[in-house]
Antibody, heavy 117, light 110 residues
Framework: QVQLQESGPGLVKPSQTLSLTCTVSGGSISSGSYYWSWIRQPAGKGLEWIGRIYTSGSTNYNPSLKSRVTISVDTSKNQFSLKLSSVTAADTAVYYC?????????WGQGTLVTVSS | QSALTQPASVSGSPGQSITISCTGTSSDVGGYNYVSWYQQHPGKAPKLMIYDVSNRPSGVSNRFSGSKSGNTASLTISGLQAEDEADYYCSSYTSSSTLVFGTGTKVTVL
């Protein structure tokens, strides 16, 4: 059974960079034809897809966030990571990582990141 | 990219059937069969309910079904139960090699 777990600071100051890591267990991040995605959800609002990475390292990003987002993968640690630069209060949200093959079949539990000074 | 359009809320009585629509464009919903649906209870991560328009993952009740016509996908819940009360989101692959979610629908069991 594949499991995903997000980790990282719960509080980030405005203008700084948000950094999160997703650790995958129960299977190799390199096996199969899977993408690994980041998704966020502000309190009381809907889901927003941030971007994804393939195990080859190729990435796709939400055009509205593309200038600030970097997603990377570390196959040796079975992890993939999210960096979101120049954050503002509008980036405060629960951030989820998920496995994707057109649909998101496995999700992490989510981690709340608050942007505040 | 614009979010797919869903009704803000849908309600029904126990045992009834309800349908949630998800409207996009020919560049997303209408152009691909990579439409999926998610159920989200408060404070929980979303759960995959339907993938590839109409397929159910193992373990998902057959009361949930999906379909698509043109640029609009639909999720039908039959035999509505109290446990179905949740938020529902659709998602689609797009022609830009990105993914997009719907605006979300709150289902209330009366």
């Amino acid at each position: 059974q594949v499991q995903l777990q997000e980790s990282g600071p719960g509080l980030v100051k405005p203008s700084q960079t948000l950094s999160l890591t997703c650790t995958v267990s129960g299977g190799s991040i390199s096996s199969g034809s899977y993408y690994w995605s980041w998704i966020r959800q502000p309190a009381g609002k809907g889901l927003e897809w941030i971007g994804r990475i393939y195990t080859s390292g190729s990435t796709n990003y939400n055009p509205s966030l593309k200038s600030r987002v970097t997603i990377s993968v570390d196959t040796s640690k079975n992890q993939f990571s999210l960096k979101l630069s120049s954050v503002t209060a509008a980036d405060t949200a629960v951030y989820y990582c998920a496995r994707e093959t057109g649909e998101f079949d496995y999700w992490g539990q989510g981690t709340l990141v608050t942007v505040s000074s | 990219q614009s979010a797919l359009t869903q009704p803000a809320s849908v309600s029904g009585s126990p045992g009834q059937s309800i349908t949630i629509s998800c409207t996009g464009t020919s560049s997303d919903v209408g152009g691909y069969n990579y439409v999926s649906w998610y159920q989200q209870h408060p404070g929980k991560a979303p759960k995959l309910m339907i993938y590839d328009v109409s397929n159910r993952p193992s373990g998902v009740s057959n009361r949930f079904s999906g379909s698509k016509s043109g640029n609009t996908a639909s999720l039908t819940i039959s035999g509505l139960q109290a446990e179905d009360e949740a938020d529902y989101y659709c998602s689609s692959y797009t022609s830009s090699s990105t993914l997009v979610f719907g605006t979300g629908t709150k289902v209330t069991v009366l």
